[in-house]
């Protein structure tokens, strides 16, 4: 038996849980179909920065605003930039103005899926085969891994780096940008890991010596989420044994050598094992024509370094945007999808290569240089501001 959904959400990350949102606030109803067996199959990963010009007028898109508040982590806003050896080179404090606020991802994840309705999210639906429907331009099947079948008549991919949507728009597929990470928490920080707590401090930290970084945050339950971030070949996370956690750690502290032992400490006493990430991107500028029927958001259309910071506040913003174009020309799918994507790819665009020149920037041989440049020639603008203001 195959059933039809009107509209189908492929993946239950945060734009795809956003479009879903704003879709119901205007009375649409719509289904996320997601791979992971349930809500807390996985964990979400760290803290973000939810900025004012995309990702919290998402929020607002979505009525979640006096909630989202209340998600807020206190102090998260807090920026440091370390030399390798964990000497302060810029430093900016939290001073609750909001304007970049930061959040749980895992926190502000469950909000949206708490402000659906029972039964839009449904788990353990991996999709295996998509295909047009030959008689019904427009409509798509989806074939499951759990054998269940369905149709649709609007194929929302929102299903990340990876998607399985994305090849019914374009053969654009991501591309190893030359950086890898590896990914730690420690726990209880201020009373387990107290050298590491004082290095990280309150809110972001950034230390560099080159090609090679030290990047974390503070969570509001005073963990530390770290990652390390090196410029190194595609096969470097093949030549580690993760599965062997000691000789793990001694093959990346390998990498830290000279730094600081707070910073190094951040690797030696993790409290979890350590994670490889290789950063892929899609080209910057990517765009595909016009396919009845089927669309794509966040990181499936334009996934990019996460350099820029804008990752999850872009992806929450596509999926208000597409909602919000639906829900202005109900009855016409087609013109609605147009609209958006005629926004959608120079914004991608845009982001997308402000995110590489700030991959190239951080992991250069002079770093930290230029990112204590960056910093300071934006306090100087607002502070050339403020003064005309007055």
Known sequence: MTNHYPIAILGAGLGGLTAARVLHVHGIEASVFDLEVDRHARVQG???????????????SAQLWEEFTRIIHPGGEAMRILDHTGAVLYEDFDEGQ????????GQLRDLLIDSLPEGTVRWGHKAIDIRPVDDRPGRHAIEFANGEKITTDLLIGA??????VRPLLTDAWPAYTGISFVEADLFNADAAHPVEADVMGQGMLFAFQGNTGVLGHKESDGSLHVYLGFRVPETWVDTIDWDDDAAAKHDVLALLDGWGQGLRGLVANADTALTPRRINALPVGIRWDRVPGVTLLGDAAHVMSPFAGEGANLAMYDGAQLALALAGNVGDTEVALSSYEAELFPRSEESARDSAESLEMMFRPDSPAGLVEMFEQIQEQIASGSAEQR
Not at 159 to 164: E, I, L, N, T, V
């Open 46 to 60: 760290g803290m973000l920065d939810i900025h004012e010009h995309n990702g919290q007028l998402a929020v607002r």
């Open 98 to 105: 909001l304007s970049r606020p930061e959040v749980e991802r």
């Open 159 to 164: 299903d990340g780096a990876w998607s399985k």
